[in-house]
């Protein structure tokens, strides 16, 4: 598999922070307080979303702002609510099925990271915080928690209400996966759904369920390079990949 090397970016804003998203990658972002510092961070996150996917990058990237989004959400601590143009656009034949996989295989990712981690609860004192969606999780277990519980959110957004009887995080995302699938079997396309004043497609919550993972994901990682550096562990896993330089 090799990637574009024209890639159309998505950006939203509230004037405190910037965050983009790739378009041709569901899931890969940039996030920085300007769009020129977001800008610079394009090519490291091709980088590391192929080395994800064992993909071929383009030696030579070329980046494009096809859309922005002026944002009342706290888009410095990674709040959404951007529409991209893509997610409005029916499905091409065969983009379902792999946005899918993505969906499938980014949650694999973030549980296996979460599985290899040796310091499960270990404190992170310095992320403490307090965000739109309360205290920034502060522990690999609480990252993976806070993933986990919001797959339920992503689903309601599509009217679909998942049992609340299990913890098992891969249990939940097979359940995802199975719904996403039924309603698109139903014929459910582009339609947009209206939830808390923000718009929604099938292919917008199968992009977000990917971009949450990674960006937790990423929470994950940086907290493991703290433990190594602080020498409480040896080393570490990332299944994500993440280039070192984005920690």
Same mark, same amino acid.
């Given at each position: 598999m090799a990637l574009? #090397?024209? +890639?159309s970016l998505a950006?939203?804003?509230? =004037?405190?922070?910037? &965050?983009?998203?790739?378009?041709q990658l569901p899931g890969a972002y940039v996030r920085a307080p300007t769009e020129r510092e977001a800008l610079t961070k394009v090519r490291s996150e091709m980088k590391s979303y192929s080395r994800w996917l064992e993909a071929k990058p383009s030696p030579s990237v070329r980046t494009m702002i096809v859309q922005w989004h002026r944002s009342q959400l706290q888009v410095e601590d990674a709040d959404s609510e951007i529409l991209l143009d893509?997610?409005?656009?029916?499905?091409?034949?065969?983009?379902?099925?792999?946005?899918? #996989?993505?969906?499938?295989?980014? =949650?694999?990712t973030i549980f296996k990271a979460y599985e290899e981690a040796e310091l499960k609860e270990w404190v992170d004192e310095s992320?403490?915080?307090s965000t739109f969606y309360g205290?920034?999780?502060?522990?690999?277990?609480?990252? +993976?928690?806070?993933v986990s519980s919001s797959q339920h959110f992503y689903m309601a957004r599509l009217g679909v209400h998942l049992e609340n009887d299990t913890n098992d995080f891969l249990e939940i995302r097979r359940r995802c996966a199975d719904e996403l699938a039924r309603l698109h079997d139903r014929g459910i396309n582009s339609n947009l759904f209206s939830s808390e004043n923000e718009l929604w497609t099938l292919k917008k919550v199968l992009r977000r369920l990917v971009w949450h993972d990674r960006i937790h994901g990423k929470? *994950? /990682?940086? *907290? &493991? #390079?703290?433990?190594?550096?602080?020498? +409480? /562990?040896?080393?570490?896993s990332d299944p994500f990949r993440f280039l070192k330089a984005s920690l």
């Amino acid at each position: 598999m090799a990637l574009a #090397d024209r +890639l159309s970016l998505a950006f939203e804003t509230n =004037g405190r922070g910037c &965050l983009g998203f790739i378009v041709q990658l569901p899931g890969a972002y940039v996030r920085a307080p300007t769009e020129r510092e977001a800008l610079t961070k394009v090519r490291s996150e091709m980088k590391s979303y192929s080395r994800w996917l064992e993909a071929k990058p383009s030696p030579s990237v070329r980046t494009m702002i096809v859309q922005w989004h002026r944002s009342q959400l706290q888009v410095e601590d990674a709040d959404s609510e951007i529409l991209l143009d893509a997610d409005r656009r029916p499905f091409l034949e065969g983009e379902f099925a792999t946005l899918l #996989d993505f969906v499938r295989y980014s =949650g694999e990712t973030i549980f296996k990271a979460y599985e290899e981690a040796e310091l499960k609860e270990w404190v992170d004192e310095s992320r403490r915080r307090s965000t739109f969606y309360g205290t920034v999780p502060s522990t690999i277990q609480e990252v +993976l928690g806070h993933v986990s519980s919001s797959q339920h959110f992503y689903m309601a957004r599509l009217g679909v209400h998942l049992e609340n009887d299990t913890n098992d995080f891969l249990e939940i995302r097979r359940r995802c996966a199975d719904e996403l699938a039924r309603l698109h079997d139903r014929g459910i396309n582009s339609n947009l759904f209206s939830s808390e004043n923000e718009l929604w497609t099938l292919k917008k919550v199968l992009r977000r369920l990917v971009w949450h993972d990674r960006i937790h994901g990423k929470a *994950m /990682i940086r *907290m &493991l #390079d703290k433990q190594k550096r602080m020498r +409480l /562990i040896d080393d570490y896993s990332d299944p994500f990949r993440f280039l070192k330089a984005s920690l």
